[in-house]
C-alpha cells in the first residue's frame, strides 16, 4: 500500500488550499482514509476521515465548517478543502488509511504517507 499527498503550500490567513492523497496497492474496497496533522513540538492529531465505501464521514470539532472531505473513487484519491485557514492550522499533514471505519486516533491507522507541509502565515 502507498499513500502520496499533495497539495500544501503557504497561504495567508483566510485563504484555502487542497490536499490530495492517492491510494495505490489497496485489496480491498473497505477502508477509511484519514488526515492527520503534526504542529512542531504537538502530537498527531485526527482531522477528518471518510471511508470509501459509503462515504461516512469523521471531522473534528476544531475543523467543522472550514475544512471538507471528498474522495474520487476511480482515482482512488482522497481530497481535504481548507478554508478559512488560520495560523493555527500550520502543521505537517499526512493522510492514513484503516479497515473499515472511521476514528481520530493515529495509531489505530496502518499507512501512511510521507507528509504535506502547509503554512499559514502573512
Known amino acids: 500500500v502507498q499513500l502520496v499527498e499533495s497539495g500544501g503550500g503557504l497561504v495567508q490567513p483566510g485563504g484555502s488550499l487542497r490536499l490530495s492523497c492517492a491510494a495505490s496497492?489497496?485489496?480491498?474496497?473497505?477502508?477509511?482514509t484519514g488526515w492527520f496533522r503534526q504542529a512542531p513540538g504537538k502530537g498527531r492529531e485526527g482531522v477528518i476521515c471518510?471511508?470509501?465505501?459509503?462515504?461516512?464521514?469523521y471531522y473534528a470539532d476544531s475543523v467543522k465548517g472550514r475544512f471538507t472531505i471528498s474522495r474520487d473513487n476511480a482515482k482512488n484519491t482522497v481530497y481535504l478543502q481548507m478554508n478559512s485557514l488560520k495560523p493555527e492550522d500550520t502543521a505537517v499533514y499526512y493522510c492514513?488509511?484503516?479497515?473499515?471505519?472511521?476514528?481520530?486516533?493515529?495509531?489505530?491507522?496502518?499507512?501512511w504517507g510521507q507528509g504535506t507541509q502547509v503554512t499559514v502565515s502573512s
Open positions: 492514513a488509511t484503516r479497515p473499515l471505519h472511521c476514528t481520530g486516533v493515529a495509531s489505530m491507522y496502518a499507512y
Open positions: 496497492g489497496f485489496t480491498s474496497d473497505y477502508y477509511a
Open positions: 471518510i471511508t470509501r465505501s459509503d462515504g461516512s464521514t
